[in-house]
């Protein structure tokens, strides 16, 4: 079988032996990978310093017939996001974005995944720092999205009815993805969102409309809300350090 070559996002390295790497890759072609690179920590490796978290570049990768883990053979790097490393939230919304590629995304061809993904770093590098907080939800709200998990926002999560926005705040269950009915909502725990507050959930998690203003109150309560939403349905309880990490946002006051 001759070599695949796909662009390609590293998500992780670990050490292999005394020389060689193993790492997770998020490509285009194929998914997300493992593969060996072997020798790739020979002080002359081919690999250089390629294999960095979150750098972009075309892998050439020899599929194996026998096992998950395939073959490097080659690493042409073709962008280091050095500008995620410009402010610690920068960096925690990226962490949090490859944290879910890596925990959550397909072992075959998703291109629309793969495109989303890289297109939120390249912007994520590019915005100012004022825009972060609120990108960072609509980036990851969209991958969610992406990954086949977005929440039910017009009709009832448990029983499909229509939910109205007015009047009234509307209940909102993380556990059960989404809103929720007034009958279905007496017998679950629930948040309450406003018409304003679904309006803009709205607009982070489709995309649709500019970047509602939210200021920082907002904003960390939103990232909570993200949290719990994803520790229900993607990650089945478990906790996702990256994705905690930025979602507790007792963090920005040392930053």
Do not use: N
Request: hydrophobic share 45%.
């Amino acid at each position: 079988m001759p070599p695949v070559d796909t662009s390609a996002t590293v998500l992780s390295t670990i050490a292999y032996g005394e020389t060689s790497k193993v790492a997770r890759l998020a490509t285009r072609e194929l998914g997300v990978v493992s593969v060996i690179a072997k020798g790739a920590r020979r002080p002359k490796s081919k690999f250089g310093a390629a294999l960095q978290v979150l750098s972009d570049g075309v892998a050439t990768i020899l599929l194996s017939r026998h096992s998950d883990l395939h073959i490097l053979t080659g690493f042409e790097l073709t962008r280091v996001h050095v500008e995620l490393g410009s402010s610690l939230e920068r960096y925690a919304v990226a962490s949090a974005l490859g944290e879910l590629m890596l925990r959550f995304a397909p072992h075959e061809r998703q291109v629309a995944t793969y495109d989303f993904f890289r297109h939120a770093l390249d912007v994520l590098e590019a915005v100012p720092e004022p825009v972060i907080g609120v990108l960072g939800l609509r980036s990851i709200w969209g991958l969610v999205k992406q990954l086949g998990f977005a929440p039910s926002l017009t009709a009832c999560a448990r029983d499909g009815a229509p939910v109205a926005r007015e009047p009234g705040p509307v209940a909102f269950s993380p556990a059960h993805g989404g809103v929720l009915c007034p009958v279905c909502a007496t017998a679950v725990d629930t948040s309450r969102l406003t018409s304003k507050d679904l309006g803009d959930l709205e607009a982070l998690v489709h995309g649709r409309d500019d970047l509602p203003a939210l200021d920082d109150r907002y904003v960390a309560a939103h990232r909570r809300l993200l949290d719990r939403y994803v520790r229900h349905h993607l990650a089945d309880g478990a906790e996702l350090t990256a994705l905690t990490f930025w979602a507790d946002s007792r963090w920005k006051a040392t930053a």
